[in-house]
């Protein structure tokens, strides 16, 4: 308990500022919740087969957006522990790793629905192996198996070392996964054949006043989970006899 | 030259303990042969597409290659050769050495595969030149990968069957595209139709194996 003492008792905020996180946190529930309410009861251009599912647009494309950030985040605190062997970066790593996880399976339930319920109307299918579709659940498989290999060292430092160097790993094959592949491919979903992601064409007028704040919030909230985790569990370490961190 | 040479004798000692006893290769080959005949015997008399055979034929592979080539850093591990390897060499020899090495086994993993599979089910190459290059291509791709996650599973405590959770996942884009190579190689489609699956199999070989020396430093050193 010495160790813990001698610490100010109030270490952890220094992980995140209280200011910055009070300030996510407001905007988090002001945006998201203007986004829930406008989003499901704003008006949107009627399409023939998408008519009211068009909404799904303000909930399932943020998801992948946070997904990617919480990986780039992953991956580059992966990497300055590799560089300085700080095990608070293996455990924001970790954790920016599993709340990625979190929202890819928002993103992919989301999809799923979406897409049974407009491309696949009237076939009863849920799953025809779109390749983005596809590639999104491979993404899963991978942080998977990152904890996987977790799980199997015990050694706190080994097991950072190790964890970390098959997440950059698995970074590198992610590109061909994400962009090279669904694009020789047939696919439904918008960016397929060649064309960049998203343009600005497929979105009306009215729909970016919510769509743009929907991806800010949902940012903000992936950030705000992601960050008190990480002081959970440096509370959670501060709290047994030998802190590690 | 030093370089070179310490990486050359990585690859000469694997070579010549793997030549002494033969388990690695031995149980590579039992794995891919009774794996691609119970493959065959459940497809039967039936015939089956291009597409099919080619997923078939790689599946294996795959398998094979995440089963029987976990064992190169392991058994360093075992015997306490560790080290010896970690003092009297640079950890990037280490790694060249090995990646020599589980590239040949690869190879011949390769070679066998496919002469059983089209020999058994008497398909018809119209491309040999491009299912010789697909093959080549993905070997470089899958022993890349392979010598990496190998070190890696190496270091972990409870390594079991780790090895195919974590290569296989990373192993999806090689699949794709050697699965679409060897298709059109089949079909005899020709060089320019296969070029896009080409391409990103060299790109994905000179990813994963650049990616792969710069990190392999991480494992090697304690």
Excluded: C
Excluded at chain 1, 171 to 193: C, I, K, N
Excluded at chain 2, 186 to 195: D, F, K, S, V, Y
Aim: glycine content about 8%; proline content about 4%.
């Amino acid at each position: 308990m010495a160790t813990s003492t001698s610490r100010a008792p109030d270490a952890s905020s220094a992980l995140v500022g209280s200011r910055l996180y009070t300030a996510v946190r407001a905007f988090v529930v002001l945006t998201l919740t203007y986004v829930i309410i406008a989003g499901l009861l704003g008006s949107i251009p009627q399409l023939s087969i998408l008519e009211e599912t068009a909404r799904n647009l303000y909930f399932h494309v943020p998801m992948w957006f946070s997904l990617m950030g919480l990986t780039v985040v992953s991956a580059y605190h992966s990497l300055r522990f590799l560089q300085t062997g700080d095990l608070l970066r293996d455990v924001r790593a970790r954790e920016a790793a599993r709340v990625g996880m979190l929202f890819g399976i928002i993103g992919i339930t989301t999809g799923m629905m979406w897409a049974r319920f407009t491309w696949y109307e009237g076939t009863n299918k849920w799953w025809n192996f779109d390749p983005k579709q596809s590639m999104a659940a491979i993404l899963l498989l991978i942080y998977g198996a990152y904890f996987v290999l977790r799980s199997g060292i015990d050694i706190a430092e080994k097991r950072g070392r190790i964890a970390a160097v098959y997440n950059l790993f698995a970074v590198v094959t992610m590109p061909f996964l994400l962009y090279v592949l669904p694009r020789q491919m047939d696919s439904l979903h918008p960016g397929a054949e060649g064309s960049p992601t998203f343009s600005q064409t497929d979105l009306a007028p009215a729909m970016r006043w919510i769509f743009y704040p929907a991806v800010l919030g949902f940012f903000g909230l992936a950030w705000w989970i992601y960050t008190q985790r990480v002081r959970v569990a440096w509370l959670e370490d501060d709290a047994r006899d030998e802190p590690d961190l | 030259m030093n370089w070179i040479r310490g990486a050359w004798a990585v690859f000469r000692k694997d070579l010549r303990t793997e030549l002494r006893s033969r388990y690695a290769v031995n149980v590579l080959l039992m794995f891919v042969l009774s794996a691609l005949l119970l493959v065959l015997f459940a497809i039967g008399q039936e015939s089956v597409s291009e597409r099919v055979q080619s997923a078939l034929l790689w599946i294996v592979i795959l398998f094979s290659a995440s089963i029987g080539l976990g064992r190169s850093f392991i058994s360093e591990e075992e015997t306490g050769t560790m080290l010896l390897l970690q003092l009297n060499t640079r950890a990037s020899m280490v790694f060249a050495g090995k990646l020599l090495y589980t590239l040949l086994l690869v190879l011949g993993l390769n070679t066998v595969a496919v002469l059983v599979f089209l020999i058994v089910l008497g398909i018809p190459v119209r491309s040999p030149g491009l299912l010789a290059a697909t093959l080549a291509l993905g070997a470089l791709g899958l022993s890349g990968a392979t010598t990496l996650l190998a070190a890696l599973i190496a270091r972990a405590a409870r390594s079991g069957p780790l090895l195919p959770v974590l290569l296989l996942p990373l192993l999806v884009p090689l699949l794709l595209s050697v699965v679409t190579a060897t298709r059109k190689a089949i079909l005899g489609a020709g060089w320019a139709a296969a070029e896009t699956e080409l391409l990103t199999l060299v790109g994905f070989a000179g990813a994963t194996i650049s990616a792969a020396t710069l990190l392999f430093d991480y494992v090697w050193m304690d």
